[in-house]
């Protein structure tokens, strides 16, 4: 369209021309002037038919291009500039809502299931237990965050419902330099299972370590967190953070005052100074080796105030493993092979300087699963649990919070689909502190999910 | 001297230029890798996140995907909920501002193709694994990897106007090949036109669209629902009433129910490979299409 108006403009232009210089057309007097004009107007209008028709020529060829991407063949009529309207999707709110529940027997009664199963989302009784009923909400907030918020419900032992702000955060989009900060209520990263929610766990509890390092909730507080992902040849990302050391979510630091620990009465400690907040760090590395098989392998620590004092500290480390194999043709994400390992180290200052009880608490323990997804929906599960005292402190046998545990869970879980499964487990515990120093428990667990789709986090 | 210091200089400056004009292209899955190859050409480094083997709706968010996210300028979905488990906590995770929705390195092809298998009516779980935006198999139709390789083009050229031209150039041949080889292979089906046949999964309704088959009835009783012994034995009788002759499959699927099901009514099984790198020897969307009209054509003319 363009090129033939400017021809047309300007053979309009020409004729203009000549129109308007009558005297020059019109003299008579000068032939050859008059010829020359003459000839110079034609070399132009020839001149200007080559170029349109070169321009003609580029659209033709522009428009015998557009032809092939239009397809005239009747059987593939669908021209392929056809206008799809784009859909506005507002993926803006996630909600969901999962129901874990658990019923089952052990050879212990419940006053001794109350320590053998540590974990508040364990279930903890003989009979039925709610063991979590979460509500998520999560989505993007604005090109700069994304916030998310977990509330669980749940039935103690007397029946009573309980709610808790399990977590509520703003997480940072698209910060430069690979940085990411989250801040808020949230699980402290430390290892790969402390972050997880209950339902995402593959056993019905809470490892045996973690329960004694981080309460039956696991470590979450307040603070606020910076990662930063390291420009290396591998995926390495170190997480670094500050979070308030109070609360029962806090157990190995500040904790709940009165509360005990190897005999040492908790104080009512706050926070004073920068000092007296909780360190975190994590450094989290992931390979991929083989197109089968991946890898993470994380390092973390924790170091803050403890209430045994008025200047005591804690210091956790903690190293994991995980490892994924798959082969190379997977049906529904199946078969599948995983191992994940880690072991724990609390050191733990009991007792201010200058009292006579102080001493330094040392426990340690690890926690070994293997799973193994054998057919579309099954996974076969096994895991080892050990957790011991190092120190030479008299009582620790009988401390159902420092003596030396094992723990032998073999289950069995079913997912119908994504959004449900059925899981049978047995423990076999043998521990110091029971009379019969062991005990058998068998628990089938039940979970449904409703509404958004479940994240795949590996 | 000097001028060999010069020259040298400029030589490795055109080399480190012509290093940064390489876009860094990540895509969900290897059929858009296999697109964005052929329109982008070496001005491009493609990485899919997923392997054509597996089940791209399966996969999980794993660190090596969000370091390969972190680093790129494009990031290519599939959409329409395919990805919808993983590319959260993936666009979360990868802190990339140039591949957040909304941004130009975003591009979510479902966008771009009529989709196919919406549902108008109530969507319920209990149907199984529905997907009420329609069916994101959508690439295994040869006209929709023309419009897609389009949108790819065009958004290549956006984010790299130097060498938009060069892309336009790959697309119109991309293009005028696609439609020859697409005369060949419907020339070649043309046998098949209008035959019943059975699919594993509900994932390959835009094959069917193009070449004129209709899949009659699914394996799965539901989508994603495995099968059972008794939905087997209903479709047993389907296969037999309809004379059904041709049923086909992913090659991820497990082949115990295709096989029993071959036994019981002589239904012949075409494992046709859904994407590209599906099977070792798929490297481009035009080997895609051959391998499958090759398996349909194995499994037809018998």
């Known amino acids: 369209m363009g090129p033939s108006y400017f021809c047309t403009n300007r053979v309009a232009v020409v004729i203009c021309l000549l129109l308007l210089n009558p005297a020059a057309v019109f003299a008579g007097e000068d032939n050859e002037d008059l010829i020359w004009q003459l000839t110079e107007l034609k070399q132009q209008i020839q001149r200007l038919q080559q170029t349109s028709e070169q321009q003609i020529n580029t659209l033709k060829q522009r428009l015998e291009e557009l032809e092939v991407i239009s397809f005239k063949n009747a059987r593939v009529a669908l021209a392929v500039s056809t206008a799809v309207p784009a859909r506005t999707e507002n993926s803006g709110l996630r909600i969901g809502l999962s129901g874990l529940f658990a019923a089952g027997g052990s050879s212990a009664d419940n006053d ?80 790969r299972q402390n972050p997880q929610h209950p339902h995402t766990w593959s056993f019905v509890d809470q490892p045996v370590v973690l329960s004694r390092f981080f309460g039956g909730d696991g470590l979450r507080s307040q603070g606020a967190r910076i990662s930063w992902l390291m420009p290396l040849g591998w995926y390495s990302e170190l997480k670094l953070g500050m979070q308030n050391p109070k609360g029962e979510t806090a157990t190995s630091f500040l904790n709940v005052p009165q509360e005990e620990i190897a005999g040492h009465a908790l104080i009512d400690r706050d926070v004073r100074n920068f000092d007296d ?35 005591t500290d804690t210091k956790i480390y903690g190293t994991d493993l995980y490892m994924k194999w798959q082969p190379i043709y997977t049906q529904r994400g199946f078969p599948f092979v995983s191992w994940h390992t880690e072991i724990l180290n609390r050191r733990y200052e009991a007792g201010d300087w200058g009292d006579h009880s102080r001493e330094t608490l040392d426990d340690w323990g690890l926690f070994t699963q293997v799973l193994w997804g054998f057919k579309p929906g099954w996974v076969a599960g096994l895991r080892w649990e050990y957790v011991s005292a190092n120190d030479d402190n008299p009582d620790n046998a009988s401390d159902p919070l420092r003596d030396t545990r094992k723990r032998l869970s073999p289950n069995l879980t079913w997912y119908p689909t994504e959004y449900s499964k059925l899981r049978l487990q047995y423990n076999r515990d043998w521990t110091e502190h029971l009379p019969d120093k062991t005990a058998h428990s068998f628990w089938l667990q039940l979970e449904f999910n409703l509404g958004s789709h479940a994240a795949h986090v590996f | 001297m000097n001028n060999y210091n010069i020259s040298l ?104 193709v009529p989709l196919l298998g919406k549902i108008s009516g109530p969507v319920s779980r209990a149907m199984g694994d529905v997907h009420a935006k329609g069916n994101p198999h959508y690439w295994l139709d040869p006209r929709n990897g023309i419009r897609m390789a389009q949108a790819i083009a065009t958004r290549l050229g956006q984010l790299d106007p130097a060498h938009k031209e060069e892309y336009q150039q790959r697309l119109n041949a991309f293009a005028k090949a696609m439609d020859s080889k697409l005369q060949t292979w419907l020339t070649e089906l043309a046998y098949l036109e209008g035959k019943p046949f059975i ?71 075409a494992v046709l490979p859904q994407s590209v790198g599906a099977q070792p020897d798929i490297n481009t969307y035009f080997d895609l299409f051959d391998a499958i009209v090759a398996a349909l054509n194995d499994a037809g003319e018998k």
């Not at chain 1, 998520?136 to 808790?164: H, K, L, M, R, W």
């Not at chain 1, 955060?169 to 990263?189: A, C, D, H, N």
């Not at chain 2, 400056?13 to 059929?31: E, I, K, P, W, Y």
């Not at chain 2, 858009?32 to 990485?47: D, F, H, I, S, Y």
């Open chain 2, 9 to 112: 200089g400029l030589l490795l400056l055109m080399v480190a230029l012509n290093g940064h004009a390489t876009l860094s292209v990540v895509t969900t899955t290897q059929d858009l890798a296999a697109l964005t190859e052929m329109v982008g050409g070496e001005r491009v480094k493609v990485q899919s996140l997923t392997q054509g083997t597996r089940d791209p709706h399966y996969a999980a968010a794993k660190p090596s995907m969000i370091r390969k996210v972190f680093r790129a300028d494009l990031l290519l979905v599939i959409g329409a909920d395919m990805e919808i488990g993983w590319l959260q906590p993936l666009l979360q995770s990868a802190r990339n501002a140039r591949v957040q929705p909304g941004n130009p390195g975003y591009l979510d092809l479902s966008n771009v």
């Open chain 2, 199 to 269: 699919a594993y999964h509900k994932s390959f309704i835009y094959l069917a669209d193009v070449f004129g088959f209709h899949i009659v009835d699914e394996v799965e009783p539901k989508p994603g629902i495995a099968p059972s012994a008794a939905s087997l034995n209903s479709l047993v009788m389907h296969i037999q009433n309809d004379d059904i002759g041709i049923l086909i499959m992913e090659p991820y699927y497990e082949r115990r129910s295709a096989r029993y099901l071959s036994e019981q009514t002589g239904i012949r099984v």
């Open chain 1, 277 to 311: 907040l909780l360190y975190t760090a994590r450094w989290f590395n992931g390979f991929d080796p083989l197109d089968t098989l991946s890898m993470n392998v994380g390092f973390s620590g924790l170091w803050g105030p403890n209430a045994s004092g008025l200047t």
């Open chain 1, 112 to 191: 001794k299931l109350e320590n053998l199963q540590g974990g508040a989302h364990d279930p903890g009784q003989n009979g039925f237990t709610v063991q979590n009923v979460e509500l998520s909400v999560g989505g993007t907030v604005d090109p700069y965050f994304d916030a998310q918020a977990n509330i669980i419900f749940q039935i103690n032992a007397d029946g009573e419902t309980v709610v808790e702000l399990e977590e509520a955060f703003l997480i940072t989009r698209s910060m430069p330099w690979g940085l990411q900060v989250k801040g808020g209520q949230y699980f402290t990263e430390f290892g």
